[in-house]
């Protein structure tokens, strides 16, 4: 029969134990601890129910988009392809002499380049966001039930969780989206939305 003890497992201390040393977390609520290569110890995760600001990219593009589309069809529930098409037409026409400036001399002449070449490329960051970005957005922003552009928006934003890691940063979210349509007013609550913020 052997004599030796087991040792007693301590479940109300849990340790760390990394190599010789031990660390004793118990009585921390919030523990950071980095070690060697494998920099997988965490912070603890903050559990907590924050409301934030319910959108953080700026409205402009909304607002921008409803206009064109109400000014092109007259309407917020319309196909976009053939904008998005003529928008990526349109990028690589004023794109490609911008960024091969050979051309440009070829056309307009060695003297001016800079202002001609300054105008293609405000006129490429305008097709970039008028163009590319509304027809993004206006895809993002479609209503699941009635098809309306530019009027499924998020209303509501609760931070639930939250936790610092050694390499990037989680926050969980639970949103609501709600419909601006006011004949249609569809809303979804309790979507999770989780955003990862890499370490600089
Ligand atoms: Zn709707």
Not at 23 to 32: L, M, R
Request: glycine share 6%.
């Amino acid at each position: 029969m052997s004599t030796k003890k087991k040792p007693k497992r301590n479940r109300a201390r849990p340790e760390t134990r990394i190599s010789d040393s031990t660390f004793d977390v118990s009585d921390s609520t919030n523990t950071a601890m980095i070690f060697g290569d494998r920099n997988v110890v965490t912070q603890k995760a903050i559990s907590q129910r924050i409301e934030m600001e319910a959108d953080d990219d700026d409205d402009l593009t909304i607002r921008i988009g409803r206009w064109i589309m109400l000014k092109l069809f007259g309407t917020l529930k319309h196909g976009m392809k053939w904008y998005g098409l003529v928008s990526v037409s349109l990028g690589i026409a004023v794109g490609v002499p911008t960024v091969y400036s050979p051309l440009l001399i070829q056309t307009f002449g060695e003297t001016n380049f800079i202002w001609v070449w300054g105008g293609f490329a405000l006129l490429l960051a305008a097709i970039l966001y008028f163009g590319w970005l509304i027809f993004v957005d206006s895809s993002s922003t479609t209503c699941p039930r009635c098809g309306w552009k530019f009027s499924w928006l998020r209303t509501k934003r609760v931070l639930t969780k939250h936790a610092e890691l050694s390499d990037r940063e989680v926050r969980n979210y639970e949103s609501t989206y709600s419909c601006t349509n006011p004949s249609c007013g569809y809303k979804r609550e309790n979507v999770r939305e989780i955003i990862e913020i890499t370490a600089p």
